[in-house]
């Protein structure tokens, strides 16, 4: 039998659904399991390969045709994706971020629309006979109402929500690692803002096209027989498929190999306050004297890799006593605070007449930077002259600087 089944546009969806779904299982059948990050991208991409589909289901040029006719009880099913993937998209950015990230009982409030929208199906869908449902279906009076309508608008523009809370902590994931990381600049996460940009374009469009809708209740437009030389709305609907298509072929085939590599954080420590004699202690400035003697010591900050959790320990004090030392006593973040002691420390280096051969970029490399870019902002900032200018200057005037 020669009958076309799925159009260009309908290999598209179903490419894109195909592809989520094999994402997904590699990421579950090679994902070491204390890593949860993957697993929550996994569980996106699962629900997000029902979206593709339920959208062939509905709009395929034929195909929509065969599920009418063999399988009218699936109909409705994929709508269901759309109040979680970006859910999920939101929790996997939140537990690459913070380490310690675990669904907590709050956290399932998040699925309040999911139940909205079951309760609404229930109430005018599901609860009509067969052959009444049937007949919605295939007149597609139902997806044109404006009750499915309404719920549609309202769950686009909450997954647009969760994307831009979603960027909203990619934006601000680098302030919170100078809280913990001496040296940030190894961190890549354009790989992630492609991803949560993207989706946000996408589902930006998809809420568009879904205030379209609502927009054409109030101005009449005759869903059900559009102009047959084709409308906006089609057109955008068409470009969203496309820009998901390409949006996962570029999570598939370029995100891997970075995986393995995020730098996470611990979460913003939300319980009881210190003990009236442990906060006595961290204003004291004699304290904070004694750490600044032991870093000058032990020159710890020369260790590229040093992190707040790697001083905390050579320094004997808890990781959060530390940091609250650094922002009350210091005024600095542990970034701004390490990378003081090591441009101290390339000062000397760059005088000393034994290093006279050496390039600045063996000095910078030497006290623990990893990026000439950042060490000469840092130099600027805190010596007023570039590294060039303070080595070329007379030893007896870099002195009274």
């Known amino acids: 039998m020669n009958q076309v089944v799925f159009n260009f546009h309908d290999v598209i969806l179903l490419m894109t659904a195909m592809l989520c779904c094999f994402f997904a299982l590699l990421l579950i059948a090679t994902n070491p399991p204390q890593n949860t990050s993957n697993y929550f991208l996994a569980a996106f991409l699962i629900a997000h390969a029902l979206i593709p589909l339920h959208e062939l289901i509905l709009w395929g040029a034929e195909f929509k ?5 063999k399988w009218p009880q699936v109909y409705f ?3 269901f994706a759309y109040y979680l993937d970006a859910v999920l998209l939101y929790f996997y950015v939140k537990s690459l971020v913070f380490r310690d990230f675990h669904l907590r ?6 699925l309040i629309p999911f139940g909205l929208f079951a309760l609404f199906m229930v109430v005018a869908f599901y609860r009509f006979p067969a052959a009444t449902r049937l007949e919605w279906i ?5 997806v044109y109402s404006p009750g499915y309508i309404g719920m549609d608008l309202l769950i686009k523009c909450t997954r647009v929500g969760y994307c831009v809370a979603g960027f909203l902590l990619i934006f601000k994931y680098k302030d919170i690692l100078k809280n913990t990381h001496s040296n940030i600049e190894k961190v890549d996460i354009l790989w992630l803002k492609i991803l949560v940009v993207g989706f946000t374009l996408v589902t930006s469009m998809e809420a568009f096209l879904a205030l379209a809708k609502m927009a054409g209740l109030f101005a009449d437009y005759d869903f059900l027989h559009p102009d047959p030389d084709g409308n906006p709305i089609e057109y955008i609907g068409l470009s969203g498929y496309y820009a998901l ?3 996962v072929c570029t999570l598939v085939f370029t995100s891997m190999r970075y995986f393995s590599n995020f730098e996470a954080v611990k979460q913003k420590d939300t319980k009881e306050p210190a003990k009236k004699s442990t906060q006595e202690k961290l204003l004291n400035p004699e304290y904070a004297a004694k750490i600044d003697g032991l870093m000058r010591a032990q020159k710890t900050y020369l260790n590229p890799e040093l992190t707040l959790d790697m001083l905390a ?3 004997a004090i808890p990781a959060k006593d530390l940091s609250m030392i650094i922002n ?3 005024n600095h973040n542990f970034y701004e605070f390490v990378n003081g002691y090591r441009i101290e420390e390339a000062q000397k280096r760059l005088l000393d007449p034994a290093n006279k051969e050496k390039t600045i970029t063996d000095i910078y490399l030497e006290v623990g930077f990893n990026s000439k870019s950042v060490f000469n902002t840092f ?3 805190l010596v007023g002259k570039t590294p060039s200018e303070y080595r070329q200057q007379p030893a007896d005037v870099a002195a009274t600087h």
């Open 77 to 79: 099913i994929g709508a």
């Open 328 to 330: 009350r006593h210091f």
């Open 65 to 69: 045709l065969h599920v009418r006719e």
């Open 379 to 381: 130099f600027k900032k």
């Open 105 to 110: 009982p709050k956290d399932y409030l998040h």
């Open 313 to 315: 320990e050579t320094l």
């Open 138 to 142: 295939n007149t597609e009076a139902f």
């Open 245 to 247: 298509f390409f949006l």
